[in-house]
């Protein structure tokens, strides 16, 4: 089965993981994270050689950080931002994989909205309010998978492609294999609701869910990194 492309695969992420807002503007997409991390934040460039200046302004009056999502192929802006003296943070990898190939019955539940031990979880993590705040605003189809009081993930589906956010083990049942049962437990969900595919970010220095998805057979597909000025 062919894998999805790149490009869907940033799509999906769009879609599954939303801004608050989103602006084009002079061959930019400007977006409002409300704090809710990089990925939200992160100004992309639609028109090539278009003028840096303008997104940087745009992002200050938003009194977000002067930050820029750099995809394949955008070498040219990456150079110039270089620069200007921006620097590269968080590389990030993107794996896909057939469902049919993850999808597995387990004893995890579905719900809409994180109770509070969940909630917890995911702080525990670094993933607090305004994060929650993304996954309340997307409108895909969606859910929160968790394997009772110790495993949660994020899923949601756009054009048949699922992608798992914010996946976290709870701290006192760590190495117990309870990741790679939640990302089964996503897969199952997403193949009921008609997905094809299961896809996840992560950073690349994050050796343990690198090893992770690669050990569920998820091939990586393609990247992004950030630039920031500090």
Request: with cysteine.
């Amino acid at each position: 089965m062919k894998l999805p492309d790149i490009q869907s695969l940033y799509d999906v992420t769009d879609a599954t993981w939303p801004s608050a807002s989103v602006a084009s503007q002079s061959g930019w997409i400007i977006k409002n994270g409300a704090g809710g991390g990089k990925r939200v934040s992160a100004a992309l460039q639609t028109t090539p050689s278009a003028d840096i200046n303008t997104a940087e302004l745009a992002m200050q009056e938003l009194g977000q950080d002067r930050l820029f999502q750099i995809r394949t192929g955008e070498d040219t802006l990456d150079a110039a931002l270089a620069i200007r003296g921006y620097d590269l943070i968080d590389r990030v990898v993107l794996l896909v994989a057939p469902l049919s190939e993850l999808a597995k019955s387990t004893d995890a539940q579905s719900r809409q909205t994180p109770n509070v031990t969940l909630t917890n979880i995911w702080a525990a993590g670094g993933i607090g309010p305004a994060r929650l705040d993304v996954m309340n605003r997307a409108t895909c189809t969606k859910s929160i998978i968790h394997i009772d009081d110790r495993a949660v993930a994020y899923v949601g589906i756009h054009n048949g492609i699922a992608m798992a956010h914010a996946v976290e083990v709870s701290k006192k049942h760590r190495r117990q294999g309870l990741g790679k049962l939640v990302m089964h437990a996503v897969a199952r969900w997403a193949e009921l609701q008609g997905a094809e595919f299961l896809a996840v970010i992560t950073v690349m220095d994050n050796t343990a869910a690198r090893s992770l998805y690669q050990n569920l057979g998820m091939s990586e597909v393609g990247h992004y990194h950030y630039r920031i000025k500090r």
